[in-house]
């Protein structure tokens, strides 16, 4: 075998196991020297052998760019180390799992092109032990306390009578979602971009239910308390509570939620009964929820501490000590966006001269001003179509139809712009201990012939 042969395959294997050098080796920064810039010669011949075909785009190829054909998540490695499927009841075996004690799996970007999120596909979070299903969820019960004119019980049941329930559709997003995209890697469930999707919610404002028991002066923060034990067992500790400013409780698209995609809430996303706050880490939709405490100033339970759902005010050193104080909690999620079609890895017939893509975009508590398109690492974009939404907080679905100069390696990259104006970086910036915010733009590797 020849050394650039040689060269070749151990680079492929390299970009497995560890991107970054293969990085350096392609674009010459093996000992220490400066970034040259853009592909050429060997780094242009090593690269297209790596990702399987010349590169149409070559020119505009940014230099310390893994190919996505190489980064993580790309192909389905059959490795003993890659992606596990999950095995779970009811569930979807294309979700990958991120952990098994707690559970957390995820939902491959490619399986999130539904218009409504399947219960099926929808991605699973657990920080404790998953109780046992309740045996009657309409005598399900929880309470409102604290800061509140008269304490209100409540069963499912009574929560449905006494109520209006509504039903929309809307992103739940783990405040870690995008967190894989950290350099260095930061510490937590390693998500890419599928602690997300979208289903349709039927609940019980919550504004109405802290209306029934009657705020006082006082309220200024709530805190969720759920049926989950905690790891350990220990029953003195909580899995997860956290809460939030009494403004965003009052929210119209916060919900008590009994129903998922029109059917009961299933137990592992929390039935019978759960919250969904919109726009903000999921990790306020509390599950199996039994208690909200109406607390006078923040609530300092599980979760809501030192870098727990917290960013940095100023950048910090990527990989560096945090200083606690300066630090704030994670409110509003940031802008991201998706490609759900094709999937990362597609192969297209040689001599296709178009690739249909499509995806979603979400933007937090904002709403999607645009998504844009590129297959040419960056160096033109093309706007895509937005599709109505159904409601506040409901996903942008997008699509674009896109021509392809000639057969080859492209990299499809989509970004999407908020509407204050704000657009996906191109790789995950403000790094912090945990983790959060990290919405890099997502791109999928396909292959033409
Ligand atoms: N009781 C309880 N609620 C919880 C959690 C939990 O561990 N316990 N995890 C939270 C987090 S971190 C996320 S991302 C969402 C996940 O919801 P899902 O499993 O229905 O997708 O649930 C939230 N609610
Ligand atoms: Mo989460």
Same mark, same amino acid.
């Given at each position: ?30 000992t ?15 690269? +297209? ?10 020119? %505009?190829? =940014?230099? +310390? ?7 993580? *998540? ?7 180390? *890659? =992606?596990?499927?999950?095995?779970f009841? !009811? ?7 991120l ?11 490619h ?5 409504t ?12 032990q ?9 005598g ?15 069963? &499912? ?5 006494r109520?209006?329930? @509504? ?32 289903a ?6 919550l ?12 309220? @200024? ?16 500790k ?15 698209? !916060? ?6 995609? +029109? ?20 990790s ?28 940095p005010?100023?950048?910090? $050193?990527? *990989? +560096? ?8 909690? &994670? ?8 490609v759900?079609? =094709? ?11 178009? $690739? ?14 645009? $998504?844009?398109? %590129?297959?040419?690492? *960056? ?7 937005l ?20 057969? !080859? /390696?492209y990299? &499809?990259? $989509? ?20 983790? /959060? !915010? ?12």
């Amino acid at each position: 075998m020849s050394t650039q042969g040689r060269i070749e395959r151990s680079l492929e294997e390299l970009y497995r196991d560890d991107p970054e050098r293969a990085d350096g080796i392609v674009h010459g920064r093996r000992t220490g020297a400066s970034r040259r810039g853009f592909l050429n010669g060997a780094g242009l011949a090593a690269m +297209g052998a790596t990702v399987g075909a010349a590169i149409p785009f070559a020119g %505009s190829m =940014p230099a +310390g760019l893994v190919p996505a054909a190489q980064a993580q *998540g790309a192909a389905p490695a059959p490795a003993a180390k *890659g =992606p596990q499927p999950l095995d779970f009841p !009811g569930k979807d075996k294309g979700l990958v799992v991120l952990g098994d004690r707690p559970l957390v799996a995820e939902t491959p970007e490619h399986l999130l092109d539904d218009e409504t999120t399947p219960t099926a596909k929808f991605f699973i979070r657990t920080n404790g032990q998953i109780p046992e299903a309740a045996a009657a969820a309409e005598g399900w019960r929880f309470s409102v306390d604290g800061e509140v004119n008269q304490r209100l019980d409540l069963t &499912l049941g009574e929560l449905k009578s006494r109520f209006t329930p @509504k039903t929309y559709r809307m992103v739940l997003e783990c405040g870690g979602n995008g967190r894989s995209l950290f350099q260095p890697q930061a510490r937590g469930n390693p998500w890419t971009n599928g602690g997300a999707g979208c289903a349709e919610w039927t609940g019980v404002p919550l504004s109405q239910v802290l209306n029934a028991a009657g705020l006082k002066e006082t309220a @200024k923060y709530t805190a969720h308390y759920g049926a989950d034990p905690h790891l350990s067992g220990d029953a003195t500790k909580d899995s997860l509570s956290r809460g939030m400013p009494i403004a965003k409780a009052m929210e119209e698209h !916060g919900l008590v939620v009994f129903a998922m995609n +029109g059917e009961p809430l299933s137990n592992i996303h929390g039935g019978p009964v759960r919250l969904v706050v919109p726009g903000w880490p999921a990790s306020l939709s509390h599950k199996w929820l039994t208690r909200i405490t109406i607390r006078d100033r923040e609530h300092d339970g599980q979760g809501m501490t030192g870098t727990a759902y917290r960013v940095p005010n100023k950048p910090m $050193v990527p *990989g +560096g000590k945090a200083d606690e104080r300066d630090f704030r909690i &994670l409110e509003s999620m940031p802008v991201r966006s998706i490609v759900t079609a =094709p999937a990362n890895g597609a192969r297209l017939p040689a001599g296709s001269r178009e $690739v249909a893509m499509r995806g979603a975009a979400w933007a937090g508590d904002l709403t999607v001003a645009r $998504v844009d398109v %590129s297959i040419d690492f *960056g160096a033109t974009w093309i706007a895509t179509q937005l599709a109505p939404t159904r409601n506040r907080y409901d996903w942008s679905r997008w699509s674009a139809s896109v021509p392809l100069p000639s057969d !080859g /390696y492209y990299e &499809l990259w $989509v970004r999407a712009t908020d509407s204050a104006g704000k657009a996906q970086p191109h790789v995950a910036g403000n790094w912090n201990p945990q983790g /959060y !915010g990290g919405n890099a733009l997502h791109r999928v590797a396909v292959l033409v012939g």
